[in-house]
């Protein structure tokens, strides 16, 4: 699937995906090739994604997620350095 990280100040992550972890408003929660869509609240946390030759997360301080047509948008509305 295709994820996209974005904050208000720019594109943090673009790419190819296989799986990721969000910080969801009630728990955390996995998204998948060609998941359901959803719109979700992020709360503070870790996101973790993952594709054949990458592993990374980066912690964000809240924001919200999309998933549609095999797509997930995070707009976070901010990172943790």
Excluded: C, W
Excluded at 18 to 46: N, R, Y
Excluded at 58 to 76: D, M, P, Q, S, Y
Aim: glycine share 8%; net charge negative; aromatic share 4%.
């Amino acid at each position: 699937m295709h994820l996209e990280i974005l904050t208000p100040e720019k594109r943090v992550f673009e790419g190819e995906v296989s799986i990721a972890t969000f910080p969801g408003a009630d728990g955390s929660f996995q998204v998948m090739d060609h998941h359901a869509p959803l719109i979700s609240l992020l709360k503070e946390g870790v996101v973790e994604y993952k594709s054949k030759d990458l592993k990374n997360t980066i912690t964000i301080t809240g924001g919200v997620v999309e998933v549609l047509k095999n797509k997930t948008i995070l707009l976070a509305d901010g990172i943790v350095e």
